[in-house]
């Protein structure tokens, strides 16, 4: 026990054991809620879009590295804290068992700089196949966007349709969704009709309608 501890405070362990000790701090956060599991994944997201914009053929930056290395299709802050567990459990072990067989002890310095390097690229593969598995557990599911529903019908579900009033129904094979629509009477809208969603007011989050075959 007393060589293990000693082991974890010492370089160059005692680098990963410091990011061992954050990783544990992040998760606990975590855990009461106080920070979200995706903390780190809006920036490698935008760096993914504007590389993908920029340069179709490739992806660059850090998602292009992520990428290229298998780390993708689970939130960074999951790769990261394996990667770290990884690093840490490699360099305890080359510094427990390998180091002491080498008899440089002037060159202890650099032997655990190669360690501590050594580890973290050893630690990459290990983590790029534990992660693969994983993938299908954080899909991401984008929500509708209102606007992307233009053009749509929907079936009227109140007794009538006015520029202040009505809801018409889109089925979507599921439960279906309800939403605010108006029109002006003059197309005399009433329950039961079918209409096509013409354009969304964001104002009061209402779609304007015209009776299908009016359009």
């Known amino acids: 026990m007393e060589l293990f501890l000693t082991n974890i405070i010492s370089f160059p362990v005692a680098v990963y054991t410091l990011l061992m000790i954050i990783v544990m701090f992040y998760w606990l956060l975590a855990l009461i ?6 903390l780190f994944d809006i920036d490698i997201d935008f760096d993914m879009d504007v590389e993908t914009e920029l340069d179709a053929p490739g992806l660059g930056g850090v998602a292009g590295i992520m990428s290229k ?3 993708t299709g689970v939130p960074v802050t999951v790769v990261i804290s394996i990667l770290v567990a990884f690093s840490w459990l490699i360099c305890y072990l080359l510094t427990s068992l390998v180091l002491p067989l080498i008899p440089w002890n002037w060159a202890s310095t650099v032997l655990g700089i190669v360690a501590l390097v050594g580890s973290f690229l050893l630690a990459i593969p290990a983590t790029a196949l534990l992660v693969n598995p994983m993938k299908g557990m954080f899909v991401n599911h984008d929500a509708v966007q209102k606007s992307s529903l233009i053009g749509r019908e929907c079936l009227v579900r109140t007794g ?5 009033f009505g809801q018409a129904e889109l089925e979507d094979g599921g439960a279906g969704m309800l939403f605010d629509v ?6 005399g809208i009433q329950k039961g009709d079918v209409v096509i969603l013409v354009s969304y007011n964001i104002e009061d989050d209402s779609y304007q309608v015209t009776k299908a075959g009016q359009a």
Do not use: F, P, Q
């Open 33 to 38: 809620g106080a920070v979200d599991i995706e």
């Open 69 to 71: 290395l298998g780390l």
């Open 160 to 164: 009538k349709v006015t520029s202040t």
């Open 182 to 187: 108006r029109a002006d009477e003059a197309y």
